[in-house]
């Protein structure tokens, strides 16, 4: 069995290949990348690197030969009628290849009415693998934890927790988590051609994150959220991210990024790791 993996120079994907090589001899992994460079730790193991941007569905078409099982890890290309473009060339390549299974993973925020300015990507895909004719699985990722850590310290300096969500609840994961609930997909037929939404065991009241932020870094931080506008304008990077970033916290403001599932757990037999727990241990490890 050939696995192939895309975008596996980024985050997720690197944290996928990991958990991949636990499981798998490497002559039988692909690494679709767009810059193979970035490749080289992989390719020293015995890992094949296929070079291809998503935007040539040729040159997808000659990375996906001879793969069995595909995992399709998008771009973060903005607007999403461009990544769509993307997708479009990789599912066309994956029929004319003969891909067996496709596992699209994608993220919580592809409700129909979810105003996050990426959801109209999901939701053109979504169609797209129903009315196609690749098998396939569709991974919807909770929000990841992995940013908390780092931005800790500036919450910290602030004193206040911004996300503007009101009293609403949001629903984290991590990525090495995310990565071995995806690798056991891949790995398992009986888990193919289904639907699966990762997260972690609760979601998290801004009131709840705030006073588990405030203990982790033992310094006071309240929950006082900004106005979409105030949000947008303060984070703001790259330039004209800001409205895009904000879609997001208006979705969880609607209660839309609080789903929590059993779907992890029943996958690898064990609970996704606590957020607490998870941003203590990287918090320390910043110290
Ligand atoms: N759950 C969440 O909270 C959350 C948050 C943010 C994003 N996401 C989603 O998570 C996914 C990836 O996350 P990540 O953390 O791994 O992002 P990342 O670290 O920025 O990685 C992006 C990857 O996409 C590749 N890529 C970009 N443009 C490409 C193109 N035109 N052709 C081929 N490859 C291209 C990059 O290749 P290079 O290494 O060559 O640049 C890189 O490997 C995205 O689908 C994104 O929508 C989820």
Known sequence: M??????????????????????????????????????????????????????SEKAL?????????????????????????????????????????????????????????????FGYVQRRLASGNVPYTYIRNGMYSDPLPPYLAELAKRGQLLYPVADQRISFISRKDLAKAIMQI?????????EYTLTGPKSWSMNELAELLSDISRTPIIYEPLSNQQFAELYDEPKGFGPILVSLYEAAAMGLMAEVTEDFERIT??????????????YQKLL
Do not use: C, W
């Open 2 to 55: 050939i696995y192939n993996i895309t975008a596996a120079t980024g985050n997720l994907g690197v944290k996928i290949v990991e958990e991949a090589l636990k499981y798998i001899p490497p002559k039988n992994l692909v690494l679709t990348v767009r810059n193979p460079d970035k490749a080289a730790q992989f390719q020293e193991k015995g890992v094949q690197i296929k070079q291809a941007n998503y935007r």
């Open 61 to 121: 078409a000659a990375a996906f030969d001879g793969t069995d099982v595909l995992i399709y890890i998008p771009s973060l290309t903005f607007p999403s009628v461009a990544r769509i473009m993307e997708f479009e060339n990789a599912i066309v390549a994956a029929e004319n290849m003969g891909i067996k299974q496709f596992i699209f993973i994608g993220f919580m925020a592809d409700h129909g009415n979810n105003p996050f300015k990426m959801s109209p990507f």
């Open 186 to 194: 891949a790995l398992r037929e009986d888990l193919h051609n289904s």
């Open 269 to 282: 037999g064990e609970k996704a790791e606590d957020l607490s727990t998870y941003i203590k241990r990287e």
